[in-house]
């Protein structure tokens, strides 16, 4: 790995090297490497300069050629989850059980995983969790322990 001095000397022949190499369409990497100073020198002082400002390599890259990253399809949620008939009366029976509310507890639920993510069983404990604590006392039982000993001797072997 090339490291340059800090405090990088701009001279005025370096300026001069500078405004060619820029006008000429290299890099910024490339032409710190031709004047032996860091990318973040060249940016920098291309902007002091107030050089004509270019196109990033990385947006025309990914743009060459009308291959622009479209926008996934995101269905509607009308689409997804079907309507119920209004002439039917809603009963306590049909509304989904509402979740405990530890707004007004104060408390915190735990936020242990629970499942594999993106399958329909995937949840999160909900558990009050231990003041100060993401968990809930049987999942930070878990998740902080003290190592043993035979673990202490293994990273220092």
């Avoid at 701009?10 to 490497?33: D, F, H, K, M, V």
């Amino acid at each position: 790995m090339h490291h340059t001095p800090v405090g990088f000397n701009w001279t005025s022949t370096a300026i001069q090297q500078l405004r060619s190499l820029w006008a000429e369409g290299l890099s910024a990497a490339e032409i710190a490497r031709r004047l032996g100073a860091s990318k973040n020198a060249v940016l920098g002082k291309v902007h002091r300069l107030h050089l004509p400002k270019r196109d990033s390599p990385i947006r025309r890259a990914a743009t060459a050629g009308g291959t622009r990253r479209k926008r996934p399809i995101v269905p509607k949620l009308r689409d997804i989850i079907p309507m119920k008939s209004v002439s039917a009366p809603v009963t306590p029976a049909m509304l989904p059980t509402p979740a405990p509310s530890f707004a007004r507890t104060g408390k915190t639920p735990c936020c242990w995983p629970i499942g594999e993510p993106g399958t329909p069983g995937f949840r999160f404990c909900d558990a009050l969790a231990v003041t100060g604590r993401p968990y809930c006392q049987q999942h930070c039982a878990v998740a902080y322990r003290r190592p043993t000993t035979d673990e202490m001797n293994e990273h220092t072997a």
